[in-house]
């Protein structure tokens, strides 16, 4: 079993950053691809971005030049950099891991972007 819990949410500015980080604990073996996604309200969960155990990065149009994914493998932790954040971008934030095709779910942290 994977346990993913998040942190480094909060309310901001528009135009302001955050860092969300998300520490992966259970029986990891460092081989994981790991990734950000978001869900807002009455939409459905999208893609941010993922990062494979390598450090190779894939990111959602909306996301890529302000937002920069990183991992810290000993650590078993993701990091998600967001800057020039948008009210757009306001939404639920869940980390996820993929493990022989099966896909763990931390419990999201709340973003929110004001005008």
């Known amino acids: 079993q994977v346990q993913l819990v998040e942190s480094g949410g909060g309310l901001v500015q528009a135009g302001g950053s955050l860092r969300l980080s998300c520490v992966a604990s259970?029986?990891?073996?460092?081989?994981?691809?790991m990734g950000w996604y978001r869900q807002a309200p009455g939409k459905q969960r999208e893609l941010v971005t993922t990062i494979t155990s390598s450090g190779s990065a894939n990111y959602a149009d909306s996301a890529r030049g302000r937002f920069t994914i990183s991992r810290d493998n000993a650590k078993n932790t993701v990091y998600l950099q967001m800057n020039s954040l948008k009210p757009e971008d306001t939404a639920v934030y869940y980390c996820?891991?993929?493990?022989?095709?099966?896909?763990?779910w931390g419990q999201g942290t709340q973003v929110t972007v004001s005008t």
């Open positions: 996820n891991l993929v493990q022989v095709a099966r896909d763990y």
């Open positions: 259970g029986s990891i073996f460092g081989i994981e691809t």
